[in-house]
C-alpha cells in the first residue's frame, strides 16, 4: 500500500470515529444506506472486472505494446484521444481499464489522452448537450476540452 492510501485509510476512520461521536444514530442510518448502494452497485463492479479481462484476453499485450506503447507516441495519443472521445465508459470503469492498461505495456501519454478524452469530451453525448445548451456551446466544449485533453496528456507525459 502507498503512502496516498494509507493517508485515505486514515483520515477515512478518524472522521467516522468524528461521526459517531458526533451522531450515532445518523452514522449507522448513512453506513446502512451506503451498504445497499454499494449492493447496487456490486453488479457493475462485477461487469467491470469482467469487461477488463476480456479487453485483455481478446487484445494481447504485444499489440497493447505496439499499438500504444513508446514507438509511436503522437499517432497512439491522436488515436487514443479520438477513441476516448467516441466511447461512452463510466468513469469507474476507464480508470482500472487504463490502469490495465498500462501494466501490458501501453504508454502513459496515450492512456492519459484516453482517460481524459473519455471523461471530458461527448461525441455520443453531442446531441443532448446541443439540444439542451446550443450547437455553438456544444461544439466550442467539446473542441476545448479535446486540446486541453492533449494537453494533459502530453503534460502528464513530461511528468512521469
Do not use: H, Q
Amino acid at each position: 500500500m502507498d503512502i496516498f492510501t494509507i493517508a485515505f485509510w486514515i483520515i477515512a476512520i478518524v472522521l467516522t470515529v468524528i461521526s459517531l461521536i458526533k451522531d450515532k444514530k445518523k452514522t449507522f442510518a448513512a453506513m446502512k444506506k451506503s451498504k445497499g448502494m454499494m449492493g447496487n452497485m456490486l453488479g457493475e463492479i462485477v461487469a467491470i472486472i469482467f469487461l477488463i479481462g476480456l479487453v485483455l484476453t481478446f487484445i494481447p499485450p504485444e499489440t497493447i505494446k505496439i499499438v500504444l506503447g513508446s514507438a509511436n507516441t503522437f499517432v497512439s495519443t491522436v488515436v487514443s484521444a479520438l477513441v476516448g472521445s467516441i466511447t461512452l465508459i463510466p468513469a469507474f470503469v476507464a480508470f482500472p481499464l487504463v490502469g490495465s492498461l498500462v501494466d501490458v505495456g501501453a504508454s502513459i501519454v496515450p492512456a492519459v489522452a484516453f482517460l481524459t478524452t473519455l471523461t471530458m469530451v461527448g461525441i455520443v453525448t453531442f446531441p443532448l448537450e446541443k439540444k439542451e445548451f446550443g450547437t455553438k456551446f456544444a461544439l466550442t466544449r467539446n473542441a476545448l476540452s479535446f486540446g486541453f485533453a492533449i494537453v494533459i496528456a502530453l503534460t502528464m507525459g513530461v511528468i512521469l
